[in-house]
């Protein structure tokens, strides 16, 4: 049966107003908006969507999800799980904070080593917190196997999966044998919403927490003990532009008037 | 490895030329090596591209490595991979550069990982200091920046598209051109591609335009877009989009201006419908001036800009469409 592991990531809202983010520049971390609960991560579920998609296309599949993260970040977890996903995943240990990609990539690469075998292991693109899109290709190199990136369309057929990649300037349709990683881009489409029979029958489904000696690992491969990229500041770009409000007693009047700045300008 | 010098920049083409983006990374390769006092290395990977290399040089250049094979006529990660390896290998730089593209986006991870180092992805300012590079890039979303050093050799960054300045080319500059063998199994490149289509706006380019129209989601349909196009055209410029615009279904994926988009760098912008979510604004750090049109007083796109009216841009665009026609006109 094809077993597909998807990897998800708890973040920090993205859609939450610029206006209230806020970073705590000593101890560099972002600082958390009260009343705005961390989500998972927008590309991540996309992934889930894939297989869940897969799985309906080829009639059986075992689908996995595997997070990395603090206590909380089972919510990423359940949340898939009430897509439709079968069973969890959760690396949790104090040594895996602060990794950067490389050092995550070990920790996930370790886990999905673990739940061998495997066919196919979906990512999001580039996670919406730090925006870096590095991890699946590190797991693809630790794992020996090829990486996709940025698809929007997957299929799977006779042990070959035929992945729709999105460009700069259009499309490329790429072939490649299992096992393979493949990130997911936000062309694939709208993610499927769980019912709330589906988020009931989640609770009952089964979460693993792992630790690094889980994975057979050393602490210091992992975590911000074995990132080889050294956050030295993290702070918010000022914005000095101002913004001139242009007005009218109609929206007409507005229009010309805006017409005739940017003409003054020499801007139209 | 050890003794390493020397800026590597992982050079692109594109349609038989060499590439804009390869072209800013050399200027800023220039600086930093210029600082550091080591030269400027430059990979060249391609079929066909040895001719190219004359212009690496003209554009900061001192030496190129140039793997010309077949196997390499398009970009695939598996045939690419063990030539660059070879190439940094060879050259054993401190700092290796390439552009935050579909090449480098893909490949940058790789790389860094078999020459077992990091890499900071998609950086806006490059430094040195205390003989370390110093990368800045944009984080969440572009809410926030983060600055990295790299704590292993060499030390590896893509850089945004726009965001270094080239140097103007100088065709009496002096380099050296070595050419490298490397031997790429066919049988190890383990993905196919079986299809490309090409979907691009008619008219400008949306990277050369000098007038951008922005469609966000506000705009809520394609007849909209139609209306949006047309102003565009009437300035000579290109029509932009957000995600949000993409994903439903209003604008085509190529005219997708932000992090998972494009970098522009118009003289003008104007956001129409567009609320200013920092994955887009990312797009636009090489704008000069932007213009919002927005229902919505709070919205973040009026922190970015010159000049904003804050109402439906149904109520505003078609007498701006005819202002402009008519100074157009006069």
């Given amino acids: 049966m094809l077993h597909m592991i998807c990897c998800v990531k708890q973040v920090p809202d993205p859609e939450a107003p610029a206006s209230q983010f806020k970073v705590d520049e000593a101890a560099k971390k972002v600082l958390p908006i009260p009343g705005v609960d961390p989500v998972a991560d927008e590309y991540a579920v996309r992934g889930v969507e894939a297989a869940l998609r897969i799985r309906e296309a080829v009639g059986e599949a075992k689908i996995t999800i595997l997070t990395l993260g603090p206590e909380a970040a089972r919510d990423a977890v359940k949340k898939a799980l009430a897509m439709g996903a079968d069973e969890g995943v959760q690396l949790t240990d ?11 990539a070990r920790a996930l690469a370790a886990a999905i080593k673990k739940l061998e075998p495997f066919d196919l292991v979906f990512c999001g693109r580039q996670a919406p917190d730090w925006d870096v899109g590095v991890t699946p290709s ?14 929007c369309d997957v299929k799977v057929s006779d042990g070959t999966l035929t992945v729709e990649r999105v460009l700069m300037d259009g499309f490329e349709t790429v072939e490649v044998r299992l096992p393979a990683v493949v990130t997911i881009s936000n062309e694939l489409g709208e993610p499927r919403y769980p019912q709330l029979r589906e988020i009931m029958a989640a609770a009952r489904k089964p979460v693993a927490a792992w630790s690094v000696a889980d994975l057979g690992l050393d602490p210091s491969q992992v975590g911000a003990a074995g990132s080889v990229l050294s956050l030295d500041r993290l702070y918010v770009p000022v914005q000095e532009t101002q913004c001139e409000f242009i007005e009218g007693e109609t929206m007409e009047e ?14 139209i | 490895m050890a003794n390493e010098s020397g800026v590597l920049v992982v050079a692109e083409t594109a349609d038989g030329a060499v590439a804009g983006i390869t072209l800013e990374i050399l200027g800023a390769a220039r600086r930093l090596a210029d600082k550091l006092g080591q030269p400027v290395q430059a990979a060249l990977l391609g079929q066909g591209v040895e001719p190219l290399a004359q212009g690496l040089i003209a554009a900061g250049a001192d030496k190129v490595y140039v793997v010309d094979q077949p196997i390499l006529a398009e970009y695939q990660t598996d045939a690419f991979l063990p030539a660059v390896e070879k190439v940094c290998r060879e050259a054993n730089p401190s700092i290796v550069l390439l552009g935050q593209t579909d090449v480098g986006r893909d490949l940058g991870p790789r790389l860094a ?46 850089v945004r598209v726009k ?12 380099g050296q051109v070595n050419k490298v063998a490397v031997d790429i199994d066919a049988s190890a490149v383990r993905t196919k591609i079986t299809g490309r289509r090409k979907e691009e706006g008619e008219g400008i380019r949306l990277e050369d335009a000098e007038v951008i129209v922005g469609v966000g989601r506000g705009v809520g349909s394609a007849e909209g877009f139609q209306t949006l196009t047309e102003l565009a055209g009437l300035m000579k410029g290109a029509v932009g989009s957000t995600r949000a615009a993409c994903d439903a279904g209003i604008c085509s994926v190529a005219t997708q201006i932000g992090l998972t988009g494009k970098v522009v760098s118009p003289a003008l912008y104007i956001a129409v419908g567009i609320s200013g979510a920092s994955q887009h604004m990312a797009g636009l750090s090489g704008a000069k001036n932007i213009v919002a049109i927005n229902k919505d007083p709070e919205a973040n796109v009026f922190r970015y800009c010159r000049y904003g009216i804050v109402s439906d841009w149904k109520a505003v665009i078609p007498t701006f469409l005819n202002k402009v026609r008519q100074l157009k006109a006069g």
């Avoid at chain 1, 104090?94 to 995550?104: M, N, P, Q, V, Y």
């Avoid at chain 2, 992805?121 to 800045?136: Q, S």
């Avoid at chain 2, 965001?163 to 002096?174: I, K, V, Y």
């Fill in chain 1, 94 to 104: 104090k040594a895996f904070e602060d990794g950067d990609s490389f050092a995550t």
């Fill in chain 1, 138 to 151: 590190v797991i693809a190199e630790l794992l020996g196997l090829p990486c996709v990136t940025r698809a």
């Fill in chain 1, 254 to 267: 507005a229009a010309e008037k805006l017409a005739a700045k940017l003409r003054e300008a020499k801007l």
């Fill in chain 2, 113 to 158: 990982f078999r020459l077992g180092t990091g890499v900071a992805m998609d950086c806006l300012d490059l430094a040195i200091g205390d003989g370390r590079l110093v990368m800045t890039r944009a984080c969440y979303g572009g809410n926030a920046n983060a600055q990295h050093t790299c704590k292993s050799m060499p030390q590896m960054a893509t």
């Fill in chain 2, 163 to 174: 965001s270094q300045e080239p140097l103007a080319p100088d065709s009496s500059r002096q």
